[in-house]
């Protein structure tokens, strides 16, 4: 465990779907945006790490529980904290709460360091990681394994201009745009998110354009994101139809 | 001239493209937010207006002038006052500035009142812009008319669930995005805009697609969204070479 901060956040009109729900990318765009103040306030920020290492914070894998997904206006708490490191991770909680103290979302995070030029995945230096004050582990703890999927439905995307970040490759929150999409209006309409692991594999360059295969298995889905041949990003993501968290949320 | 609000707003990883500039959509939406905000403290919030009088704000046009785009990082001010108004529109400017109080942006946006049932425009109450203390002018300004493109280079999107907003209709943001994409990497990594005029004319549904179609001419582009056959968003926007600013802004 390591030291927490927190910040609180408005959901905005654009932040939120048709439903008027959060859409997952961008409030995991607002919870790295909570850890990298975090980063700042212990004199860790990016330009630190830029300068000092020549590199730059990669996300993984995201694992996460959805009890409830917050709603356009609310104000949510994103809290944070690095829980432990190792020599090649970063692991970080997110904890996301209403108003009323309830928990929304129980997001971890494995954070690796990336040096831009050779694209390589950089060791973590102890200095950079201990104002957090969390723990070093040794174990390198690693996120289920999802198995490939076979005949797979599969739908095509060109990958458009507004996808790539300051990297110069497709941001990260686009991978789960590409997956849901490709679930369709009729069942998004119809089902919200309870558990969902995302891995992350390689990067997309511009241009050119991305496969969404998904596999529907009762209340799971299974999805991948191929890239020239090459598995990009996978993820698997539990479902609960709707009306069965009307219910449960009709009291609040 | 009405009363005048601002924010500060610091510019996000994800709001920014692959050159570190702001995208313009996601500073639209700032802007949005920071309108929004000063309709709550005059007690004409959103909530207001649905419930007195079961209509929202909808944006028909935007003229801006773009001085310097800013970059990722960067704290900027967006200043925001109601204009003036007439029977069916509410002319609201934006100011941007950056950290030394230079003029960014100056935008022109025309607000119209919108039935969401009967999808047409409304009639703008005296009661509802009072706080804003902007003058009812009787004459109705309308931004420039933009010719009918004659053999265009043409270009299909699929419209995506995320491009879908609250209003059950694609958010305006993604007009730009895709008259943006259809232009290529090649001319975005060479030219930034300076003028944008854009008019939005017909919403688009959920699911099919839209043709984005545009000619260049020299250094100004024009640009329309086509959906079902129907115009639903033009644009005309003026560029210059990016060395050009370069050499402008070396000095800042």
Known sequence: ??????????????????????????????????????????????????????????ITDYEMTIHRLPVFGETIKIETEALSYNKLFCYRRFHIYDQ????????????ALLD?????AAVIPDDLVAPYRCPFVKKIQRSS???????????TYPVRYFDIDMNGHVN??????????????????????TQLTLTY????????SITSCHLLDGETSYHEIMSNG?????AKIEWQPISIESEKTSDL
Chains 1, 2 share one sequence.
Request: charged fraction near 25%; proline fraction near 7%; glycine fraction near 8%.
């Open 100 to 111: 009323t103290g309830a928990l929304l979302l129980d997001i971890l995070a494995y954070f």
């Open 145 to 155: 394994k999802l198995k490939p999927l076979e005949t797979p439905i599969q739908q």
């Open 1 to 58: 465990m390591g030291l927490v901060y927190y910040q609180p956040v408005e959901l905005t009109f654009d932040s939120c779907d048709r439903t008027s729900h959060v859409k997952i990318p961008a409030l995991l765009a607002d919870c790295l945006m909570v850890s990298t103040k975090q980063s700042e306030q212990l004199g860790r920020g990016n330009d630190y790490l830029m300068e000092r290492y020549g590199l730059v914070w990669v």
């Open 201 to 208: 594999k390689k990067e997309v360059p511009p241009g050119g």
């Open 172 to 193: 990260n929150s686009k991978y789960l745009e590409w997956m849901y999409d490709a679930l369709g209006d009729a069942f998004l309409g119809k089902y919200r998110p």
């Open 230 to 234: 090459q598995l990009s990003a996978q």
């Open 116 to 120: 831009p030029k050779s694209r390589k």
